[in-house]
């Protein structure tokens, strides 16, 4: 599509900056990396760029500033404040323009542009101090549930746990899968990331299921006998739970809540239920429909929509559904709600906003020393410049509808922020590239939001990372991620801006660690592993744990919580698997199909849980 055939390379390069394309990088074992002219072709062709754009817009129809900043304007403005205050503005804006989403407009044009006025940082209470589970919600079940954790399992867990002194629970990103077969297992793969998985609805809290019990019980008797598995069955448990919705749904259906909330979220339910409409009949990839439906402005698209009316409905039903049993989770404890990086490429999202995405390239991460061969997620990228001409409302929507029902935001590899690792499809992992990204801009949007619903915000800044990336988080006073497995000093000496861990879902639990059976894993499905880098790790935990290789698991676990209770953090995080002693990781970075990920199921139900001794340890530990 694209021709570069004759530009130098230094001139490719060059221009290749403008666009974002960064030149070259350090990676995690020093070495510095070059962007070669051939990545630069595929990633200028990735985001639309041919050889007449030298530069992006100058231009774009969206400005983000600082409250009290000002800047020069071209001529006399009206400004429309979000409220609808309109103010007539002649030489530059007031300084005391309020927080929020206002339009600029020329007084001789019909075209605005969005201003956006952000706080100078994110909602920050200094004196905040807690300590909070993390936990994966679908790992845990209940007697009532039916096969998976649910919200209703949520709500219990967060009143235990305010119960023992918690101040939050973190959970994993309760993302919407594409409503087909089969069902994709990890959160971090969401069809879209502004709305939810009904896999996670109570069924018998559903108002109107009551009245069918009878019709309902044996599609109750079957979810609750996949309890006894010890892997989760999202398929079956999609299957059953769509039958009960189906059964309770009627196409007559008001209520004058779910009309309120279907007037909120406007248009963007719509597309989403439209999404989900085409994707029962044609499949969950919108790629692989027919031309007519693979854009949600055709208006085929809205032609379908219309001769299903009912089903479009039930679809903004459910999400309704699930706001509402969210909702009543939040009203038990504070919940931290957690925003992958990306989406599926063939999603709901994708099909919404694919003029803003990069086509041909994936998101991943470089070689490191626990992934030699890099990483590729496969989550297409939205090309910067691109967001910006669609007035950063994808990032917008997507902020806004994590922190729903949230006093906590962590925003997994938060550097994406800043830069994101562009690998091009036709060359492969070894010749991806940084392209950088508005990150100013990005932050402010996170502060408003943050401000808006008073949450304070986390950034997962692990790996390669920039050592101005977390000055300027810090400036922004969104907390630091720090890791017991990673960090080389004691806890003690942690920063007080950070939320501290033992472990999180990509690595080994403490027990799995502990007892050499994560290894033993990794090697038995043929996977590359640093023996010595964990060699090292185990060793600097026993020195700072004081304990002994032989130490047993509870014992190790106690007293890593120990050593993790000395961090000044502001946040202490334990995950439920490790107060169960639990080997199995959630996820193993670099497989598919040779370890279950996403699916394992805690291995004692909510009642026994609420019942062991070493979860109730640990929480008195993080609690002093």
């Known amino acids: 599509m694209n021709e570069y055939s004759n530009e130098t390379d230094d001139e490719l390069r ?139 399992n949520l709500r219990r867990l967060a009143k235990w746990s305010r119960d023992m002194g918690a101040g939050a629970l973190l959970v994993n990103p309760l993302n919407a899968a594409a409503p087909t077969l089969p069902q994709q297992p990890s959160p971090y793969y969401p069809s879209s990331r502004r709305f939810r998985n009904p896999l996670y609805l109570r069924i018998e809290d559903v108002p109107g299921a009551a009245s069918r019990a009878h019709d309902l019980e044996s599609l109750a008797t079957a979810g609750r006998a996949l309890n006894s598995r010890r892997l989760i069955d999202r398929d079956r448990v999609f299957e059953l739970k769509l039958k009960a919705l189906t059964e309770i749904w009627q196409d007559d259906y008001h209520n004058a809540d779910f009309e309120r909330y279907c007037e909120e979220q406007g248009a963007s339910l719509t597309t989403y239920a439209a999404y989900c409409l085409l994707a029962e009949q044609h499949g969950g990839d919108w790629r692989q429909w027919k031309s007519d439906y693979q854009h949600p402005t055709s208006p085929a698209v809205t032609n379908f929509a219309q001769q299903h009316a009912g089903r479009l409905r039930f679809h903004k ?37 694919q003029d803003q995405l990069a086509k041909g390239v994936s998101v991943g991460a470089p070689p490191d020393q626990f992934n030699s061969d890099g990483q590729d997620w496969g989550l297409p990228p939205f090309v910067p410049h691109q967001l910006q001409a669609a007035k950063y409302e994808p990032f917008i929507e997507t902020i ?3 922190l729903r029902h949230a006093r906590g935001l962590r925003m997994d590899h938060v550097m994406g922020l800043f830069r994101l690792f ?68 004691r806890p003690s000496a942690y920063p007080a801006n950070a939320l501290a861990a033992v472990t999180t879902h990509d690595l080994p639990t403490i027990a799995g660690m502990w007892s050499g059976t994560d290894t033993k894993a990794r090697h038995a499905r043929g996977l590359a592993d640093d023996e010595q880098g964990w060699k090292d790790i185990r060793n600097r935990l026993c020195e700072i744990a004081g304990l002994n290789h032989h130490a047993p698991i509870e014992e190790a676990i106690r007293a890593l919580h120990r050593a993790l209770s000395e961090a000044p953090s502001q946040i202490l995080v334990a995950t439920l698997a490790d107060a169960l002693a639990v080997h199995e990781r959630p996820n193993m970075p670099g497989t598919v199909e040779q370890w279950p990920n996403w699916q394992i199921a805690l291995p004692l139900l909510q009642e026994e849980i609420e019942k062991a001794a070493l979860p109730r340890d640990l929480a008195e530990t993080l609690a002093r």
């Open 14 to 152: 060059q221009r290749a900056r403008s666009w974002g394309i960064v030149a070259n990088y350090f990676d995690t074992f020093g070495k510095t990396i070059e962007t070669s002219a051939d990545s630069c072709r595929a990633l200028l062709s990735a985001m639309g760029v041919d050889r007449a754009d030298a530069t992006p817009p100058v231009h774009p129809p969206v400005k983000v500033i600082r409250q009290g900043e000002s800047f020069s304007l071209t001529g006399p403005v009206e400004v429309i404040l979000e409220g609808g205050t309109k103010l007539l503005v002649d030489n530059s804006l007031p300084h005391d323009l309020p927080l929020g989403y206002h339009d600029l407009r020329s007084r001789d044009s019909e075209t605005a542009t969005r201003l956006i006025v952000c706080p100078q940082s994110c909602f920050h209470d200094p004196a905040l101090k807690i300590w909070g589970w993390s936990v994966q919600l679908y790992e845990v079940r209940s007697q009532e549930s039916w096969g998976i954790g649910d919200l209703a």
């Open 317 to 353: 039903w459910i999400q309704w559904l699930l706001d509402e049993q969210l909702r009543s989770a939040a009203d038990e404890l504070p919940l931290v709600q957690d925003l992958p990086i990306g989406f599926d490429p063939g999603g709901a999202d994708a099909w919404a906003w």
């Open 400 to 402: 806004r509808a994590t």
């Open 422 to 489: 562009w690998i091009p499809q036709s060359i492969g992992i070894h010749h991806g590239a940084y392209v950088r990204y508005p990150a100013e801009d990005l932050l402010g949007i996170v502060a408003l939001e943050s401000h808006r619903t008073q949450a304070w915000v986390a950034g997962e800044d692990l790996g390669t990372v920039e050592w101005e990336v977390r000055q300027r988080l810090a400036e922004q006073k969104m907390l630091s991620y720090r890791l017991l497995w990673f960090e080389r000093d």
